[in-house]
């Protein structure tokens, strides 16, 4: 079977990799770029936890193949924090203990975060809308919840 | 599995009608991937459509219509500022396909052409009598979204069509549309009733009404004696058990898990009594 060439932006750098044609951008995240933060739970579009965002829409990378990656804007968990410097939603997870095995925190992260971009003030339900698509068989919810109004909280008042 | 990215229609057409084997066209890849990752269908050649000029497009016509590119998804009609003012019935159904995430790839089409008796985004298309225009081996033809589906799974598309655009006609004066679907959580299930209804009015009296359910058959149904119903009525409350009674009529649907054929029959009557008031009031301008 013969490889494609893809050439993409994932957090701002350019990089490039081959791929099976029935790859998928999960696999082509974790197994060719060493991205390991997008996780996968179902690889159905169920759960979540491959959430990234590509020419800045919330998708799940196990729904996006590899191939259709070229030429786009890829953000990940990994280009979340800058310079060493926690996100603000990074932060208020670790204050809130908005995680347990951790398994849906990365992708609950990126999808926080493309709301927040979007609306700075979401009322709980909007977010819990939001987020409906990121399941997590830990916590619960209410804690990643509070997190996340918490540092929209805080973000609104930084800026 | 070979994957083509082809700049036209009749590029994407001719690769379509020359494959011998299975062969899937990818617009936001919701269906076509889960099928591919779970092994339950692997197409030999998968033909992607967005490279196509004018496939993300939202476009208003010259006669008031619609004309939505096969790649525009879920989220970027929501967005759209005046398309939801028209149709909300159509934004609304369309918004109720899966998460987030989901709704940033969905589209209308490949909703459509999935063929699944539950798709959310077509009953209200249907309603609204919207078209697809169809792109072959023998030039274009336009297609009622209702004549597409022909069963579970199947649609009436000919090896070597594809559709290239979705046209929704003019909403005109006095009209208003509305979906409703019962699942048994808030978010991201398969419908097991779905129940779109558009209608006019003149005054307080309903001129013209269509009565569309979803996931109470093979195919997704166009229910003419539900429409009677509301003709000619105020939507008063002799009109509204009428037309309960037609939708329920009108079921046969699957025992399943998800409902009871008799729980998807009642249901159906309920979603067409409040989607009807909802597009009434609507049509009315007395709710967006
Ligand atoms: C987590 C999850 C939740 C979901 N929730 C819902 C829900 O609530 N309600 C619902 O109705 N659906 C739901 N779906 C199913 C799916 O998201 C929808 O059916 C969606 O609208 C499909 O659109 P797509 O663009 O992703 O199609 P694709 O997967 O790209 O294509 C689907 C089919 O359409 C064909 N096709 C696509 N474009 C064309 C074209 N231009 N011409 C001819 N054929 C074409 C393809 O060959 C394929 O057979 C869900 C899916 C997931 C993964
Ligand atoms: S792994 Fe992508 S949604 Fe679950
Ligand atoms: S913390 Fe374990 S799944 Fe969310």
Same mark, same amino acid.
């Given at each position: 079977?013969?490889?494609?060439?893809? *050439?993409?932006?994932?957090?701002?750098?350019?990089?490039?990799?081959?791929?099976?044609?029935?790859?998928?951008?999960?696999?082509?995240?974790?197994?060719?770029?060493?991205?390991?933060?997008?996780?996968?739970?179902?690889?159905?579009?169920?759960?979540?936890?491959?959430?990234?965002?590509?020419?800045?829409?919330?998708?799940?990378?196990?729904?996006?193949?590899?191939?259709?990656?070229?030429?786009?804007?890829?953000?990940?968990?990994? +280009?979340?924090?800058?310079?060493?410097?926690?996100?603000?939603?990074?932060?208020?997870?670790? $204050?809130?203990?908005?995680?347990?095995?951790?398994?849906? *925190?990365? +992708?609950?992260?990126?999808?926080?975060?493309?709301?927040?971009?979007?609306?700075?003030?979401?009322? $709980?339900?909007?977010?819990?809308?939001?987020?409906? +698509?990121?399941?997590?068989?830990? *916590? +619960?919810?209410?804690?990643?919840?509070?997190?996340?109004?918490?540092?929209?909280?805080?973000?609104?008042?930084?800026? | 599995?070979?994957?083509?990215?082809?700049?036209?229609?009749?590029?994407?057409?001719?690769?379509?009608?020359?494959?011998? #084997?299975?062969?899937?066209?990818?617009?936001? #890849?919701?269906?076509?991937?889960?099928? &591919?990752?779970?092994?339950?269908? /692997?197409?030999?050649?998968?033909?992607?459509?967005?490279?196509?000029?004018?496939?993300?497009?939202?476009?208003?016509? !010259?006669?008031?219509?619609?004309?939505?590119?096969?790649?525009?998804?879920?989220?970027?009609?929501?967005?759209?500022?005046?398309?939801?003012?028209?149709?909300?019935?159509?934004?609304?159904?369309?918004?109720?396909?899966?998460?987030?995430?989901?709704?940033?790839?969905?589209?209308?089409?490949?909703?459509?052409?999935?063929?699944?008796?539950?798709?959310?985004?077509?009953?209200?298309?249907?309603?609204?009598?919207?078209?697809?225009?169809?792109?072959?081996?023998?030039?274009?033809?336009?297609?009622?979204?209702?004549?597409?589906?022909?069963?579970?799974?199947?649609?009436?598309?000919?090896?070597?069509?594809?559709?290239?655009?979705?046209?929704?006609?003019?909403?005109?004066?006095?009209?208003?549309?509305?979906?409703?679907?019962?699942?048994?959580?808030? !978010?991201?299930?398969?419908?097991?009733?779905?129940?779109?209804?558009?209608?006019?009015?003149?005054?307080?009296?309903?001129?013209?009404?269509?009565?569309?359910?979803?996931?109470?058959?093979? /195919?997704?149904?166009?229910?003419?004696?539900?429409?009677?119903? &509301?003709?000619?009525?105020? &939507?008063?409350?002799?009109? &509204?058990?009428?037309?309960?009674?037609?939708?329920?009529?009108?079921? !046969?649907?699957?025992?399943?898990?998800?409902?009871?054929?008799?729980?998807?029959?009642?249901?159906? #009557?309920?979603?067409?009594?409040?989607?009807?008031?909802?597009?009434?009031?609507?049509?009315?301008?007395?709710?967006?």
């Amino acid at each position: 079977m013969s490889k494609i060439h893809v *050439t993409t932006k994932v957090n701002g750098d350019e990089v490039e990799y081959l791929c099976e044609p029935r790859e998928t951008l999960l696999d082509c995240l974790r197994d060719h770029l060493d991205l390991t933060g997008a996780k996968e739970g179902c690889g159905t579009g169920d759960c979540g936890a491959c959430s990234v965002t590509m020419d800045g829409r919330l998708v799940c990378s196990c729904l996006v193949l590899g191939a259709e990656a070229q030429g786009k804007e890829i953000a990940t968990i990994e +280009g979340m924090a800058e310079d060493g410097a926690l996100h603000p939603l990074q932060r208020k997870f670790i $204050e809130h203990a908005a995680l347990q095995c951790g398994i849906c *925190t990365p +992708g609950i992260l990126v999808a926080a975060k493309s709301l927040l971009e979007k609306n700075p003030d979401p009322t $709980e339900t909007e977010m819990r809308y939001w987020l409906a +698509g990121n399941l997590c068989r830990c *916590t +619960g919810y209410d804690k990643i919840i509070r997190a996340v109004m918490d540092a929209a909280a805080e973000m609104r008042e930084a800026s | 599995m070979q994957y083509h990215t082809p700049p036209s229609f009749e590029e994407a057409s001719r690769i379509a009608a020359s494959a011998s #084997g299975t062969t899937r066209f990818l617009a936001g #890849g919701t269906d076509v991937l889960v099928q &591919l990752r779970s092994d339950l269908v /692997t197409p030999d050649d998968l033909i992607d459509v967005k490279h196509i000029p004018g496939v993300k497009e939202i476009a208003r016509q !010259e006669d008031g219509g619609w004309r939505i590119g096969v790649a525009v998804a879920g989220a970027e009609m929501t967005e759209h500022p005046d398309l939801g003012r028209d149709w909300p019935g159509i934004v609304e159904g369309m918004d109720l396909i899966g998460s987030t995430q989901i709704q940033g790839r969905a589209t209308l089409v490949g909703n459509l052409c999935n063929g699944s008796p539950a798709a959310d985004g077509v009953p209200a298309l249907v309603a609204a009598g919207a078209s697809v225009t169809v792109t072959g081996p023998n030039g274009a033809r336009d297609v009622a979204v209702a004549d597409i589906p022909t069963g579970p799974g199947k649609t009436c598309l000919e090896k070597g069509e594809v559709i290239s655009a979705l046209n929704i006609p003019a909403r005109g004066e006095n009209g208003g549309d509305a979906y409703l679907r019962f699942i048994p959580r808030t !978010e991201m299930d398969i419908a097991v009733v779905g129940c779109a209804v558009n209608l006019r009015v003149d005054g307080d009296t309903i001129t013209e009404a269509r009565v569309v359910l979803g996931a109470v058959a093979p /195919t997704i149904r166009a229910v003419q004696a539900c429409a009677d119903a &509301l003709i000619g009525t105020t &939507l008063d409350d002799a009109a &509204l058990e009428a037309l309960d009674k037609a939708a329920r009529a009108a079921c !046969e649907p699957i025992d399943d898990k998800r409902g009871t054929v008799e729980f998807r029959t009642d249901v159906a #009557g309920v979603l067409a009594r409040r989607a009807a008031k909802i597009a009434y009031a609507r049509a009315k301008g007395e709710q967006s």
